[in-house]
């Protein structure tokens, strides 16, 4: 079955740590992008990509960094830099970019700094 | 800036009724919108869409109404069952998606 991967579930940082959240997705999709969700605010684009060695700035990159050397793989890098990072993070995937071919999501990685 | 809104928070019906769930948007160059469920702790998973060349979308119980002047959309659930119970969002898209914030359905049997 194809999907999308999320790991760790949970997760937790100290201040001052930088952690990475992994997501893989056999589904052959060329973009792939990550989501903050907080509470009242919806889910906030952090990174795309819409092909392997090269993605894009979302709304709140400020405090991630991310990468794409394959096709199956986006890490989501949360660096020190980042001033709240405790959130519910989502990877999402579809085919081409663009919400005409809808988007299919993680389980979601949440982490907490402690 | 949101561009996507959906002011009510939480909705709660009863079972065998109608669920309506709304969507405002700001952005006149979203040419499709979607729907996505969520459970707790987990992704959102795609409900039903609609492209903006039309005004009505319907699957199953669930139907997807969209006023492009008022630049409103809505979902109605009909007739809504308990395991409806999630957090909908609403998405909007040109070539990145945008999301509302959530309303937390529940519906009570």
């Known amino acids: 079955d194809g999907g999308i991967t999320q790991s760790p579930k949970y997760l937790f940082r100290k201040e001052g740590q930088n952690v990475t959240l992994s997501c893989e997705q056999n589904?052959?999709?060329?973009?792939m992008y990550w989501y903050r969700q907080d509470p009242g605010q919806g889910l906030r684009l952090i990174y795309y990509?819409?092909?392997?060695?090269?993605?894009q700035k979302g709304d709140i990159a400020e405090g991630y960094s991310v990468s794409r050397e394959k096709k199956e793989s986006f890490p989501l890098t949360v660096t020190s830099a980042q001033k709240n990072p405790t959130a519910f993070y989502l990877c999402?995937?579809?085919?081409?970019?663009?919400?005409?071919?809808?988007?299919?999501f993680g389980s979601g990685t949440r982490l907490t700094v402690v | 800036d949101q561009q996507v809104k959906q002011n009510s928070p939480s909705l709660s019906v009863q079972e065998g009724r109608i669920s309506i769930l709304n969507c405002d948007y700001t952005?006149?160059?979203?040419?499709?919108f979607l729907w996505y469920k969520k459970y707790p702790a987990e992704g959102p998973t795609f409900l039903i869409s609609?492209?903006?060349?039309?005004d009505k979308n319907e699957d199953g119980r669930f139907t997807v109404f969209l006023n492009k002047s008022a630049k409103h959309l809505s979902l109605h659930i009909v007739p809504s069952q308990p395991g409806d119970s999630a957090v909908y969002f609403c998405?909007?898209?040109?070539?990145?998606?945008?999301f509302g914030a959530g309303t937390r359905l529940t519906v009570k049997p």
């Open positions: 999402a995937s579809s085919p081409r970019q663009g919400g005409s071919y809808g988007y299919t």
């Open positions: 589904l052959n999709h060329d973009a």
């Open positions: 990509s819409q092909i392997v060695n090269d993605f």
């Open positions: 952005n006149s160059m979203f040419d499709y």
């Open positions: 609609i492209s903006s060349i039309k």
């Open positions: 998405a909007a898209s040109d070539n990145d998606m945008r």
